[in-house]
């Protein structure tokens, strides 16, 4: 049970130990719900599938929160811009409340498709207003906040450590504090950031909530803070997110959580690397995005992207092409196909015995464990596949286990079906069985011809005679 994590706050590979021993509280950065979820967003969900599939293959129950931002995330990272429900539901004529809605059970869609392990937990930041509003009372009376414009701010200059994650330069940053306060100038320090909206320069929106500092709606950090401390207590295990979210959004997170605690708030924090497009940057702006009907609807099925994922470490950049996608089907399917292989020789799962299939097994537990390597992990895959001393039982076996992490569906593959043959080959095979019997070479060599012409082989093993068609 021995998995080593590369933790962004130490920037080292970590031994993971879990606070509460065998039970692991896990927090992933949910979806923002405006707008379809494209590819690169969905490869950050997909590196957080494949991390709770190690913990529980390394015996590990976990306790999965996600949530589901469905208010506060502004177009722009530094608490300007609009509610990106909001414009999004302006621009369509359709309420927030239907663009949430809509969009989740797309995001929903998308995930049982890439087959994800649902979290034990979704939580809609709609639904955990009250938790925020509790939150910022708290850190209220412990004096990291100020409220200045109708906002209320935290504060970073309340604690010595802001920004310790992203490595920030503090000095830098105060040195620079006059020129950015022209961006808001209610705000003390520029790396301030807002808890409670009340004062949304687009006026009135239509989520807003009666709160002490008058009706308004929650800064998008505070929404992961309140709801993580909610389901999984003050402090936990680990965090996850897309690499964008280490400067400002995990940054704030930990700023305003240990402030009001006291402690220590996660003890590992995950990040995945991006998805790039050809252009450089995968982005929704632009017409046509990738997303994963997309994909399918151009031929390729989920477990294709799934696959592609795989093939790159989750720390490293990864640059989608159409290309590479179709390498990636190809292995795919030839996977499939080996797998296929070895159901039609009558393969079946076994309790592993044998010191080789053992050894194969613990090589792959290593290199997964080792901060999730499925570039080696898929390796070791292909390497079962191609040995030559494992038997069926082990290889399907082993395929099977390795699929509890790699979550391709393996166990989705069935045997082909069984070939029928029209009455009249069958008959001609039946007597070619008779002329062998009674060794009238002449007479099933002439029948072996007759069956090629009407396009089929007859295969002779020492179990008897058997035929196919021809490819
Ligand atoms: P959002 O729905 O915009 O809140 O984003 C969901 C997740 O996708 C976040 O964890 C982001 O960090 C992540 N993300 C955004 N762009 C990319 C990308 N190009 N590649 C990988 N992850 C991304
Ligand atoms: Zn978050």
Not at 297 to 305: A, E, I, L, Q, V
Request: charged content about 25%; overall charge negative; aromatic content about 10%.
């Amino acid at each position: 049970m021995s998995v080593l994590l590369y933790n962004t706050m130490s920037r080292q590979l970590e031994p993971f130990l879990p606070i509460k021993e065998s039970e692991v509280g896990l927090y992933t950065c949910g979806p923002t719900v405006y707008n379809y979820a494209h590819i690169g967003n969905l490869r950050t969900f997909l590196f957080e599938d494949l991390l709770k599939r190690t913990l529980l293959i390394s015996g590990y129950k976990v306790n999965h929160v996600m949530n589901i931002t469905d208010v506060g995330h502004l177009t722009g990272d530094g608490d300007d811009g609009e509610d990106k429900l909001e414009k999004m539901a302006s621009k369509t004529n359709r309420t927030v409340w239907e663009i949430a809605s809509y969009y989740t059970e797309a995001f929903y869609k998308d995930y049982d498709e890439l087959n994800m392990i649902r979290p034990t937990i979704v939580c809609k930041a709609t639904d955990h207003v009250e938790q925020m509003i509790a939150l910022i009372k708290r850190l209220e009376e412990r004096g990291h906040t100020y409220i200045s414009g109708g906002n209320v701010y935290f504060s970073i200059d309340s604690i010595d450590d802001y920004g310790k994650l992203a490595r920030l330069d503090l000095e830098a940053l105060r040195t620079a504090v006059r020129d950015d306060v022209e961006v808001d100038g209610n705000k003390k320090n520029s790396k301030d950031f807002v808890l409670w909206f009340t004062k949304s320069k687009h006026g009135e929106q239509a989520m807003m909530w009666p709160s002490p500092w008058g009706r308004g709606f929650p800064g998008w950090h505070i929404e992961c803070s309140a709801m993580s401390m909610h389901y999984l207590g003050e402090s936990f295990d680990i965090h996850c997110g897309g690499i964008d979210a280490i400067p400002v959004h995990h940054t704030n997170e930990i700023a305003q959580s240990e402030a009001a605690t006291g402690k220590q708030w996660v003890k590992y924090w995950l990040h995945g690397e991006f998805l790039l497009d050809e252009t450089g940057k995968m982005s929704k702006s632009k017409g046509e995005f990738l997303t994963l009907s997309l994909l399918k609807s151009k031929g390729y099925d989920p477990m294709d992207y799934r696959y592609f994922c795989l093939g790159g470490h989750y720390r490293s950049q990864l640059k989608f092409s159409f290309e590479s996608l179709t390498t990636a089907r190809t292995a795919r399917r030839n996977v499939y196909d080996r797998i296929q292989n070895l159901l039609n020789q009558g393969a079946k799962k076994i309790a592993l015995q044998r010191s080789e299939a053992l050894a194969c097994q613990s090589a792959f537990l290593e290199h997964i464990q080792n901060d999730l390597n499925t570039p080696r992990s898929l390796a070791d895959l292909w390497g079962v596949l191609k040995d030559e001393v494992l038997s069926i039982d082990e290889k399907y076996t082993l395929c099977l286990y390795f699929d509890q992490v790699f979550g391709l569906r393996f166990d989705t593959i069935t045997k082909a079906e069984e070939q029928t043959f029209p009455p009249e080959a069958v008959e001609l095979l039946q007597q070619r069985i008779e002329a062998k019997k009674v060794k009238n070479w002449a007479l099933a060599d002439s029948l072996r011809s007759e069956l090629d012409a009407m396009g089929y082989v007859v295969k002779d093993t020492p179990s008897g005679s058997s035929l196919e068609k021809k490819m």
